[in-house]
């Protein structure tokens, strides 16, 4: 007993000694690396400023990237057009994040039991699923710039971890119209202008690589159309002050959540809007708050041929609703925290599930398959439909926290909390607090290097993300359990 | 012989050995340059700026191309080929072309806080007008902590600008006559398109090539674009530019006029290039006797 005792202290002061000398030597080569952080590829290559110059870390923007983009990718040093790069200049980035995952959630698991050699499912029970892997989160083709001075573009081709492609993000831009930074006019695919944006996140991870607020729709509603954190098609109007302090936009959208060829509502529009203001708070730094809202209608009824909806053919619209204030407040150099809060409000066809009869998902999802109401299809709301007595608008209320610690431009902590909670249901006497959701997100990146040509980020990140209600049913009751996953991501972030 | 040459190649070794470090002496180095970054303040308004404050925004936006010794050779200054992208400023040598102060003196702080918030066009330098007026200022100090300069000497007093007279036709066409007395046509060109016989030649002090301004592109001067920034930047001079101060030549009165003439160059619209139509004016003639003499 001595013995063991004795061989276990000496493996424990081992290990610790061990463990505390690769912590202090990790440690030592995150905080003593001072080498120069460079600007990444694409702008670059033309301007030859650092990253840091324009991100907060790389690829979230600072105030100076923001307004960057906001003039459409121009410095506005009237150098900005290309013909005054060299010939052999071309704005492409390509980026690329291979992983190591850890995946982990509840389900219920068939449970056997065998008899004389023969397995059959006896019931069945909730356990708990971790995989662990190497993966890819995908590949992206980023070119933008200039065509001329002050008319822009930007084309992203994106492929999800499967490796089917699909255009994130294409569109033109008129920058500076009239010689005023008041119009700027945007056609094309596009990200919202949501001043925290979901498609520049420090984070990868499947729940913690979206900000659960910009995608919120309760349980059983089929209003796919209100998710701001989609890219989507229409036409922007965005206006700015010089030192783009004040920033003011409206675009008018499709009620298609992205999806190309007509496929969704026959006349479908909605309209989103964000205004800001920033201010100067002297040591403390730029602070800006602001608003969106987003309102519309989408399609519910799709027109059919032999009980199968005709694509294109949506009408009957019902209204939605998102809108919410922006909040970046900054604590000196090192510590910020941005703030998004949203109230939702879906039409109460949308939270029977009635809506998008055509298509389960415009950006990256499956297509339905099936007649309404069959295989997990929404359904339609043909002529002579009427909503239960019990029916009511489904509402709900949410916030993201996200908070940065930025030791360097080149290391960055990352903690974010989010909540959403559903006000009201779409049907009396359910569950009050079935679909709510908490976030929780940690995570750093550190860019050991990131030159002209290349960036290169070790990318660790963890996410806890539960949700009410949305998890396995239990056996033993026949209700649904709370859904838990867990994932751990560490991986590389690279491009070049 | 092998042997001999062995014995020198151990002497040429030693002697390297202890002279490399002596090579490094003559060299500044960060710590040499940092002897003054507690003690380098700068006053814009009510606001004190700290050398040491301004490091962090240095380095996340300037040191690319200024360098971290802000001698301007940062990473980014060596694809930066004159006169299409000026290279980046050296800020040890305490020279400055924007300026409200005298030809060879230093700038005011107040001077170069304006050259951050405006950018310079046609240069890398962009407008950095998002940080908060306290960067800025802290930023400024920074910068001049780089150059011993301002240990030894005291910024020149800004240079007088008379209030800006109504312009006027008879106004325009003497600022034409300035324009033709003290020959900006040699290197702006008679229409002001940076085309003037001198223009191919230009180089700055550190014998780099250099364009004159172009009145014609839409751009903006380097150094502002209202009528007393224009006023001040032919009186003053770009300090390590060809463009000399004309303070010594150009009366007060002659100044405003030049201004007025220099607008009816410009792309942009104005009442002086209103007025430069009616009264169909012409380019200056470079072969025609100096007015003086006429």
Redesign the interface.
């Known amino acids: 007993m001595w013995v063991s005792r004795r061989w276990l202290l000496r493996k424990v002061v081992r290990f610790s000694s061990s463990s505390a000398a690769l912590f202090v030597l990790l440690l030592s080569i995150i905080l003593s690396a001072s080498r120069p952080a460079n600007a990444l590829p694409a702008f670059a290559r033309k301007y030859g400023l650092r990253c840091s110059a324009c991100h907060e870390s790389w690829p979230m923007l600072n105030y100076f990237g923001q307004k960057f983009k906001d003039n459409g990718y121009q410095l506005m040093n009237d150098r900005d057009s290309p013909v005054w790069q060299n010939p052999s200049y071309w704005p492409v980035t390509f980026r690329i994040t291979p992983i190591w995952h850890r995946l982990s959630t509840n389900e219920n698991v068939d449970v056997y039991s065998t008899v004389n050699g023969v397995s059959t499912v006896t019931g069945n029970s909730i356990q708990r699923i971790t995989s662990t892997g190497f993966d890819l989160s995908g590949l992206d083709f980023h070119t933008g710039g200039t065509l001329n001075k002050n008319v822009s573009f930007y084309v992203l081709p994106s492929s999800d971890p499967t490796g089917a492609f699909h255009f994130e993000q294409v569109f033109g831009r008129l920058d500076n119209v009239l010689g005023s930074s008041w119009l700027n006019i945007k056609l094309g695919r596009f990200e919202l202008d949501n001043l925290l944006s979901e498609k520049r996140i420090l984070t990868l991870t499947g729940n913690g690589g979206v900000y659960q607020t910009y995608h919120f729709i309760p349980v059983g509603d089929a209003n796919i159309f209100g998710q701001i954190g989609d890219n989507q098609f229409g036409l922007e109007y965005m206006g700015h002050s010089a030192d783009d302090r004040t920033r003011i936009s409206a675009s008018l959208l499709s009620s298609n959540d992205g999806n190309v060829g007509l496929t969704l509502g026959a006349n479908s529009y909605n309209g989103f809007f964000a205004g800001s203001q920033a201010f100067d708070a002297g040591k403390l730094g730029v602070q800006r708050l602001g608003f969106y809202v987003m309102a519309g209608e989408a399609a519910t009824y799709y027109r059919t041929s032999g009980g199968i909806p005709i694509p294109g053919s949506g009408i009957d619209n019902k209204g939605f609703s998102r809108e919410g204030f922006v909040g970046q407040f900054y604590l000196g150099q090192h510590f910020d925290l941005q703030v998004v809060t949203q109230h939702g409000s879906d039409s109460a066809w949308f939270g029977q599930g009635y809506g998008n009869a055509v298509a389960t998902d415009g950006n990256g999802g499956t297509t339905c398959v099936g007649n309404p109401g069959t295989n997990g299809c929404p359904v339609d709301n043909t002529p002579g439909t009427t909503l239960p007595s019990n029916a009511r608008n489904p509402t709900w209320n949410g916030a993201t926290f996200e908070a940065h610690y930025v030791y360097s431009p080149q290391l960055i902590f990352i903690g974010r909390y989010e909540f959403e909670r559903v006000s009201q249901q779409a049907t009396v006497g359910t569950a009050s607090n079935l679909g709510n959701i908490d976030n929780y997100v940690i995570g750093f990146r550190y860019n050991p290097f990131m030159t002209s040509r290349a960036g290169w980020a070790y990318h660790n990140e963890f996410n806890v993300f539960k949700q009410t209600g949305t998890g396995p049913v239990n056996p033993a009751t026949g209700l649904p359990t709370n859904l838990t996953v867990s994932e751990l991501l560490l991986g590389f972030d690279f491009d070049f | 012989m092998g042997k001999k040459l062995g014995k020198w190649s151990l002497w040429v070794g030693v002697a390297a050995f202890f002279a490399l470090p002596l090579t490094s002496w003559a060299q500044l180095t960060v710590e040499d340059l940092h002897k003054t970054l507690d003690t380098t303040q700068a006053h814009v308004g009510n606001l004190t700026g700290h050398a040491k404050d301004g490091a962090?925004?240095y380095?996340?936006?300037c040191?690319?191309?200024h360098g971290?010794l802000g001698d301007g050779n940062g990473?980014?200054a060596e694809?930066?080929e004159p006169p299409?992208?000026p290279k980046p400023r050296n800020f040890q040598l305490g020279v400055f072309k924007c300026r409200s102060t005298p030809s060879g003196t230093l700038p005011l702080d107040s001077d170069l806080y304006d050259s951050i918030g405006r950018?310079?066009?046609?240069?890398?330098?962009?407008?950095?007008?998002?940080?908060?007026?306290?960067?800025k200022v802290d930023l400024v100090a920074w910068v001049k902590h780089f150059s011993p300069r301002w240990a030894g000497e005291k910024p020149g007093d800004a240079i007088k600008i008379p209030d800006e007279p109504a312009v006027t036709p008879e106004r325009i066409k003497a600022g034409r006559e300035v324009f033709a007395k003290v020959q900006c046509w040699k290197c702006h060109g008679v229409t002001g398109q940076a085309n003037g016989p001198s223009a191919s030649t230009l180089t700055d002090d550190l014998g780099r090539p250099i364009a004159p301004f172009n009145f014609t592109?839409?751009?903006?001067p380097k150094c502002g674009s209202t009528d007393r920034d224009i006023y001040r930047i032919f009186m003053t001079g770009l300090d390590g530019t060809p463009m000399p101060s004309y303070a010594d030549i150009i009366k007060p009165d002659e100044g405003w006029n030049l201004v007025f003439y220099l607008r009816t160059l410009m792309s942009q619209k104005s009442v002086e290039k209103e007025m430069a139509k009616k009264l169909d004016l012409k380019p200056v003639d470079p072969n025609a006797p100096p007015p003086a003499a006429q």
């Open positions: 962090a925004a380095r996340r936006y040191v690319g191309c971290e990473e980014n694809w930066m299409l992208f950018g310079f066009d046609r240069s890398m330098m962009p407008p950095w007008n998002t940080l908060t007026n306290q960067e592109e839409g751009a903006r």
